[in-house]
C-alpha cells in the first residue's frame, strides 16, 4: 500500500455531529474511533467529558466544534465555548468563522473572531482548526473571486495563529432555484488552493465529501494531514482488504455531500 494504515487512520477526525445524536450513537462512536485508531472524535461542546472519559488511554484526542454550523455567535460567545471545551478536555477545537463578515469584507472582524479563539485555545493547550464553509464562498464576496477571498482567508488565519484551516463542516447545504439543497464540501480544487495559500505550519482539513479510501489516500496527495469523516470504518476496513490482498492504493476522487 502507498501509506501505511495509521498514516492514514490519524488522519480521520470520526464525526459525531449529526443534530439527532443520541448518548447512545456517541459512546458507540467513540468506541469506533479506539478500535479503528482515528487521530480523533469531532464532537458537540456537550459531549467533550464523555467522550474524554470513553477515549481515556486510547491514543484517540477529543475535537469540539464551535460556533457549529454557521458561525454566527459573538467572538466572546465562541471564546468562552472554547474555555469550557479545553476545560472539559478538548484538544482540538474545530471553529467556523463568521461567514457573513468575511463576504462583507470586514476582515479586522474576521481576523480578531478566529484569534480570539486561537488565543485561548493555545492558552489551554488545544489547536485550533478554522472552518471556512466553502460552499458559501462560491460566488467570491468584497469585490474577490471565489479563489481570492479563500486565499484571503488562509492569510488571515495563519495571521490569527490557527494551526489548520479547513474546507466544509459538512452541514452548509445550499438551496438551488428549483428548492433543492446541495453540497459539496471538499474539493480537490480548494484542497490544492488551501495548501498552496499557507506555510508548511499551517495544515488543511477537508471535510464533507469524502466517504471512501481513494478519497481518503486522495486528500493525503494533496497535502491534507486531517479528514473529518463518519467513514472511518469503510474506509479502514477497505485498507485491511487491499493490504491482506497485496494491492496498492488506487486512484481516486472526492465525492459531494455532508460527513
Given at each position: ?68 454550523p454557521h458561525g454566527n455567535g459573538l467572538t466572546e460567545a465562541k471564546r468562552y465555548e472554547t474555555e469550557l471545551a479545553c476545560r472539559d478536555g478538548a ?60 486565499i484571503k482567508l488562509c492569510q488571515i488565519c495563519e495571521g490569527a495563529g490557527a494551526d489548520w484551516v479547513k474546507t466544509s463542516t459538512g452541514y452548509g ?87
Amino acid at each position: 500500500m502507498k501509506y501505511t494504515y495509521l498514516e492514514l487512520s490519524k488522519m480521520i477526525d470520526h464525526s459525531l455531529l449529526h443534530p439527532t445524536m443520541t448518548d447512545q450513537e456517541l459512546d458507540d462512536g467513540c468506541r469506533l474511533a479506539a478500535k479503528y485508531q482515528a487521530a480523533s472524535v469531532c464532537i458537540k461542546p456537550y459531549a467533550v467529558k464523555r467522550a474524554v472519559e470513553l477515549l481515556k488511554d486510547t491514543g484517540v484526542i477529543v475535537g469540539c466544534v464551535i460556533g457549529f454550523p454557521h458561525g454566527n455567535g459573538l467572538t466572546e460567545a465562541k471564546r468562552y465555548e472554547t474555555e469550557l471545551a479545553c476545560r472539559d478536555g478538548a484538544a482540538e477545537i474545530d471553529m467556523v468563522i463568521n461567514i457573513g463578515k468575511a463576504l462583507g469584507g470586514d476582515w479586522a472582524y474576521v481576523e480578531q473572531d478566529i484569534k480570539g479563539v486561537c488565543d485561548e485555545a493555545h492558552r489551554h493547550g488545544a489547536k485550533v482548526k478554522v472552518i471556512f464553509e466553502n460552499d458559501y464562498l462560491t460566488a467570491g464576496g468584497a469585490g474577490l473571486s471565489s479563489d481570492d477571498v479563500k486565499i484571503k482567508l488562509c492569510q488571515i488565519c495563519e495571521g490569527a495563529g490557527a494551526d489548520w484551516v479547513k474546507t466544509s463542516t459538512g452541514y452548509g447545504f445550499i438551496k438551488g432555484a428549483d428548492g433543492k439543497y446541495t453540497y459539496k464540501g471538499a474539493t480537490e480544487h480548494d484542497l490544492r488552493l488551501m495548501r498552496a495559500s499557507c506555510s508548511p505550519k499551517v495544515q488543511v482539513k477537508a471535510a464533507g465529501g469524502v466517504r471512501d479510501l481513494d478519497g481518503l489516500i486522495l486528500v493525503r496527495d494533496l497535502g491534507g494531514s486531517r479528514c473529518g469523516a463518519t467513514a472511518t470504518a469503510v474506509m479502514m476496513d477497505e485498507y485491511n482488504r487491499r493490504a491482506a490482498a497485496g494491492e496498492s492504493g488506487a486512484g481516486g476522487k472526492i465525492g459531494s455531500g455532508g460527513y
